[in-house]
């Protein structure tokens, strides 16, 4: 149906920069709301960051004024840049999209692979 595939994760420095990708295909529809997500280790997973079809976002408390959520329809693709990084920030990134399935008529959520992110000094 969709597939979704993260990019860009990696080791950083406290106070550094990462830019994620995630790469739709498939089976897409014109609606939809695409995100990300963590899963720290050892911890539950926990929303980012979402963005609409007409590119509203929205941001978790603990990433807002340091993140950016964005997107390119021309190349089904979501970012998010990460500044000033955190030890806290380190965790499995998973990318998200949300679409009403017209042919089910149903919404169906889609998850990328993961990749991994290290804040260490």
């Known amino acids: 149906q969709v597939q979704l595939v993260e990019s860009g994760g990696g080791l950083v420095q406290p106070g550094g920069s990462l830019r994620l990708s995630c790469a739709a295909s498939?089976?897409?529809?014109?609606?939809?709301?695409m995100g990300w997500y963590r899963q720290p280790p050892g911890k539950q997973r926990e929303w980012v960051a979402t963005i609409t079809n007409n590119n509203f976002a929205n941001y978790a408390n603990s990433v807002k004024g340091r993140f950016t959520i964005s997107r390119d329809d021309s190349k089904n693709t979501v970012y998010l840049e990460m500044n000033g990084l955190k030890a806290e920030d380190t965790a499995v990134y998973y990318c998200?999209?949300?679409?009403?399935?017209?042919?089910?008529?149903?919404?169906?959520?889609?998850w990328g692979q993961g990749t991994q992110v290290t804040v260490s000094s």
């Open positions: 498939g089976r897409l529809f014109i609606l939809d709301t």
């Open positions: 998200n999209r949300n679409q009403r399935d017209g042919a089910i008529g149903q919404f169906i959520d889609y």
